[in-house]
Structure formats: structure tokens, C-alpha cells
Nanobody, 128 residues
Framework: QVQLVESGGGLVQAGGSRRLSCAAS????????MAWFRQAPGKEREFVAA??????????DYADSVKGRFIISRDTAKNTVCLQMNSLKPEDTAVYYC???????????????????WGQGTQVTVSS
């Protein structure tokens, strides 16, 4: 059973940066596609970024709303995935969730329903 624990959330001013981390345990980390989703109050959970690995190669995908501002990375040795968030905007305010699954494809990488494992979420609030 894979367990995911997020950290790094908090309050940040618009234009600032924040780094989220997700520690994974209980599975073969390198086999899993790791992703970040977010959910703002009254809105559906939405895809933010994901990273798939094939050996030493990593493929990252980003939502258009964060492309160029957010960077997802993974450290296989530490079983962690990070989300570096730069140039934050008030509309980035949400609970951010880490997700993992071993059966993700290029066609399902942005689909929350295809991820089996989720963290508890961490709140990020961007003040204007």
C-alpha cells in the first residue's frame, strides 16, 4: 500500500515562490507516475503537473495555467516528488494533493480518477 505525505504548504504573497514536497512509502517508487492536483473551494479537483519515468528518462506534463511557473521533479533515491511554484498568483490558492499510480499512460496522466493513491493535501494560500 502506497502512502503519500505532502508538506510545504502555507501562506505566500503574490509573485512569491513555494516548494511542495511529497514523500512516498510502501511501493516501488520508480514504477509510479507522480502527480500534483489542486482543489479550490467550490471547484473540482484539477490537474497541475505530473512526472513519469522510464529508466533515467523523465517526462513532465503541466497544466497550461502553471506552465512556465511550476516545476515538478522527483528524487528516486529519496522517494520524493517536489513541486516548485514560482510567480504565484491568488488563483493558485487551493489544497494541493500528491497522487501516484503505476498504470498511468500518456492519455490518462491528467485524469484524477486514474490515480489510486492520494495524500491528505496541503493548503497553499496566495495573498494579493
Amino acid at each position: 500500500q502506497v502512502q503519500l505525505v505532502e508538506s510545504g504548504g502555507g501562506l505566500v504573497q503574490a509573485g512569491g515562490s513555494r516548494r511542495l514536497s511529497c514523500a512516498a512509502s510502501g511501493g516501488t517508487f520508480s514504477r509510479y507516475t507522480m502527480a500534483w492536483f489542486r482543489q479550490a473551494p467550490g471547484k473540482e479537483r484539477e490537474f497541475v503537473a505530473a512526472i513519469r519515468s522510464a529508466g533515467s528518462l523523465h517526462y513532465a506534463d503541466y497544466a497550461d495555467s502553471v506552465k512556465g511557473r511550476f516545476i515538478i521533479s522527483r528524487d528516486t533515491a529519496k522517494n520524493t516528488v517536489c513541486l516548485q511554484m514560482n510567480s504565484l498568483k491568488p488563483e493558485d490558492t487551493a489544497v494541493y494533493y500528491c497522487a501516484a499510480d503505476s498504470a498511468i499512460t500518456m492519455f490518462t496522466i491528467r485524469s484524477a480518477s486514474h490515480y489510486d493513491y492520494w495524500g491528505q493535501g496541503t493548503q497553499v494560500t496566495v495573498s494579493s
